[in-house]
């Protein structure tokens, strides 16, 4: 269905023709650029009381920078030089490290790092081609891994069950850190935390769970084969670029159902970036980069529509059973993993 669009070496060509000081000029110019564009993307997934806010601290900061000599801003400029150049040497993995794994794969990623991981499917035995595992590891030397999902059984619709732990993946442990949850049709799926249902839950909902995405597949009613087509919904991020809690009290005032009446107060909407129709190959191309190699109805990439070029999340097959999974702020490890596992459930509606 997807083939994978390269970039071409005529670019690279030309920049090595280039002279040093247009090279020197080029990085700055794409420093500032890269930093603007960091800045801008953290202010799309801002709810609209704190974006006003931030107007304000931008221009004060601004006034500030006006007072910066000529000698500070040449010693800016070369940090800056220097960071661009190790970022060329680096390996397609970042470093990345914590000590808390619960912790971690709730925060939203850093700003400006793009967390690259591998999905596993393990689907050996009898039972694991119904019910396969899933692994979510650091795209790194050490492997390091990060979550575990499976598909819970003897479920009215599909329930996947996601834990801390590659062995412990029931409901009750202790390191159960999430659900996806589909409905009957298997075209929307709610991603929860491990908190409490709302029936339980305090009167004031202190303790009850939070709702951290909604996925909707298209429904494809005309049978047209094409690529699909996916909305992605999550809570908006305040000025500390928190998530904004989001804990309904039932499932009439859920994500999902927010989204369908355009109640959008503190919800982000987000959308699978269209391929482009490739004469030559006969078949939809998108550009991973080189992260994903093998064609697959599965690839995707998550945008915003006010910037298509800020990749929110991509996921594509490299093997038959291993996946690369790329992540960047405001998503966390948890609605990543989840998202790339409801595009594994089957889609009857859909394709």
Excluded at 90 to 96: A, D, T, V
Excluded at 152 to 159: A, D, I, L, M, P
Aim: a positive charge; charged letters at 35%.
């Amino acid at each position: 269905m997807f083939q994978i669009n390269e970039d071409k070496n005529s670019k690279s060509k030309k920049k090595a023709a280039k002279s040093e000081s247009d090279d020197s000029e080029e990085e700055t110019k794409s420093t500032r650029s890269k930093k603007k564009s960091n800045s801008g993307s953290a202010s799309m997934f801002q709810t609209s009381a704190d974006k006003d806010k931030d107007k304000k601290t931008k221009k004060k900061a601004k006034a500030d920078k006006s007072d910066d000599s000529e000698s500070e801003k040449e010693e800016k400029t070369k940090k800056k030089k220097g960071k661009g150049k190790k970022k060329k040497e680096r390996s397609p993995s970042p470093e990345i490290e914590f000590d808390n794994l619960e912790k971690f794969v709730m925060e939203p990623a850093p700003q400006g790092v793009t967390v690259k991981c591998r999905v596993t499917r393990d689907q050996r035995g009898m039972d694991k081609s119904l019910y396969p595992l899933y692994y979510l590891h650091l795209d790194n030397e050490k492997k390091t891994f990060l979550l575990a999902g499976r598909k819970r059984k003897k479920s009215t619709t599909s329930n996947y069950l996601i834990s801390i732990d590659a062995t412990d993946l029931s409901r009750g442990g202790e390191n159960f850190v999430g659900k996806l949850r589909s409905n009957l049709m298997g075209t929307k799926f709610t991603v929860f935390d491990n908190a409490l249902n709302p029936e339980k839950a305090l009167p004031d909902m202190s303790n009850a769970r939070q709702e951290l995405a909604g996925i909707i597949y298209e429904t494809n009613v005309l049978g047209i084969k094409g690529p699909r087509r996916m909305t992605v919904i999550i809570p908006g991020m305040n000025k500390d670029n928190e998530r904004v809690p989001l804990r309904p009290r039932n499932e009439c005032d859920g994500l999902l159902i927010r989204f369908q009446n355009r109640r959008m107060e503190n919800l982000i909407e987000l959308h699978n970036k269209t391929p482009v129709w490739n004469e030559e190959t006969a078949s939809h191309v998108l550009n991973f980069n080189g992260r994903v190699t093998q064609a697959s109805i599965k690839n995707f990439q998550i945008v915003h529509n006010k910037d298509l070029d800020y990749i929110v999340m991509q996921f594509g097959r490299i093997a038959d059973d291993i996946f690369t999974l790329d992540y960047n702020y405001p998503l966390c490890a948890v609605q990543a993993f989840a998202i790339a596992l409801s595009s594994f459930d089957g889609k009857i509606a859909c394709e």
